[in-house]
């Protein structure tokens, strides 16, 4: 069980690692949760997609732009 974590404030798209971690440091000696994920299940969000979304051909610059515009399926 992971006994250490750390945190960051966020990943540059065009970085190898996340930048500007948090809490100034890792956090060691975690208590245990009780919980375990299963990588199995299915995941508990749902995203309302429009379908084939990722099948059609999008520049990484107006990526962003057509997910907002087009990612809604309803």
């Given amino acids: 069980m992971k006994k250490v974590a750390n945190f960051y404030e966020r990943w540059p798209t065009d970085g190898d690692y996340p930048t500007d ?5 890792s956090i ?9 994920a299963d990588h199995n299940d299915a995941a508990p969000w749902v995203w309302n997609l429009e379908p084939d979304l990722f099948s059609k051909e999008l520049r990484r610059p107006n990526l962003l732009e057509a997910l907002r515009a ?3 399926a309803g």
Avoid: A, K, V
Wanted: aromatic share 12%; hydrophobic share 20%.
């Fill in 28 to 36: 060691e000696d975690l208590e245990p949760t009780g919980y375990e």
């Fill in 21 to 25: 971690q948090l809490f100034g440091g």
């Fill in 70 to 72: 087009r990612g809604s």
